[in-house]
């Protein structure tokens, strides 16, 4: 597993940091982004997606459960939060949409994690007061059979 640390110190101010991702990514298509309610991640993703050329409105899928966007690459943008058990990501094609080749970032990912058969890059936000963030990002690879936890 590789780690790295990224701090930032505004919101607003996640650019940099979305850049350092995607470099730190490589090649990696799935990341997941793990924290509180309000610690930012829709807000990195809408960053990553303006470096990846996406012209759209990126938006919470929290209703929605998936939106997929088109730039200079196409991105799923996915939320778990409404998401009960591994069953219903089945029902909505989360393994199509994994094995598209398209970047995918999820956010409370935990639930789908029986699906994450590939390397995938973690994003932990650590909140701290105001609007100082720490990310933990780490590239982990999920190749280990999972299948029994599906239901």
């Not at 939060?81 to 995918?104: F, H, T, W």
Request: charge should be negative; hydrophobic fraction near 40%; proline fraction near 3%.
């Amino acid at each position: 597993m590789t780690q790295t640390v990224l701090t930032c110190s505004r919101l607003d101010a996640l650019d940099e940091s979305a850049k350092k991702i995607l470099d730190f990514a490589g090649d990696i298509k799935l990341f997941t982004f793990v924290g509180e309610l309000g610690a930012g991640k829709t807000t990195l993703i809408q960053h990553i997606c303006k470096i990846l050329g996406i012209k759209d409105v990126v938006s919470s899928p929290t209703f929605s459960i998936i939106h997929h966007y088109y730039g200079k690459e196409s991105v799923y943008h996915i939320d778990f939060y409404r998401i009960n058990k591994p069953s219903e990501l089945a029902d909505l094609g989360i393994e199509e949409i994994l094995d598209s080749g398209d970047k995918c970032f999820i956010e409370w990912p935990e639930i789908g994690e029986v699906f994450y058969q590939r390397e995938l890059l973690r994003i932990v936000f650590k909140v701290f007061p105001g609007e100082k963030r720490v990310l933990e990002l780490s590239k982990e690879k999920q190749f280990e059979n999972k299948i029994m936890k599906k239901s």
